[in-house]
């Protein structure tokens, strides 16, 4: 009886894959960009606003470039998202601090007049008369024909 070896089939190395890390740029562009939301108030919040917004854009492309080495896409883009959202509030936010003083204060006088002009207007709508200098007629030539 002669046992013969059985002949294996070569073995191929394994591959280990590591599994895609997430992008550390995409995280930090997460975080400034819900940090940049609050901080709005205190008037520094454009200022993390629009550093998440560079460097979510960074991390995209990164993401892209990597060829699936680094994951992260959709927190860079809540980075964008929110570091939008910010800059957005923020420029609300200052329209309406510059709108609300400008009001209170420096047109006082031209608001004065504005008011002076809306009551007049109002007056004359209720006893529906023209202001004096609309009132005056202009001179009428009369031409007489002589009948002959």
């Known amino acids: ?5 059985p002949v294996q089939p070569p073995v191929q190395p394994a591959t280990v894959s590591t599994p895609p890390k997430p992008s550390p740029l995409a995280i930090i562009s997460l975080c ?69 003083s400008a009001s209170k204060s420096g047109n006082s006088e031209f608001s004065s007049m504005i008011q002076k002009s809306i009551e007049e207007a109002n007056a004359r709508q209720s006893t529906n008369t023209l202001p004096e200098a609309e009132t005056e007629e202009a001179p009428v030539e009369v031409i007489e024909e002589n009948e002959n």
């Open 1 to 5: 009886m002669s046992y013969e070896t």
């Open 32 to 100: 400034l960009g819900v940090v940049s939301i609050p901080l709005i108030f205190v008037c520094i919040g454009w200022l993390t606003a629009i550093s998440g917004l560079i460097i979510g854009i960074i991390a995209l492309v990164n993401i892209n470039n990597s060829n699936g080495s680094l994951k992260g896409k959709g927190l860079a883009i809540g980075g964008l998202i929110t570091s939008v959202l910010a800059i957005i509030i923020y420029g609300g936010f200052i329209a309406y601090i510059a709108t609300s």
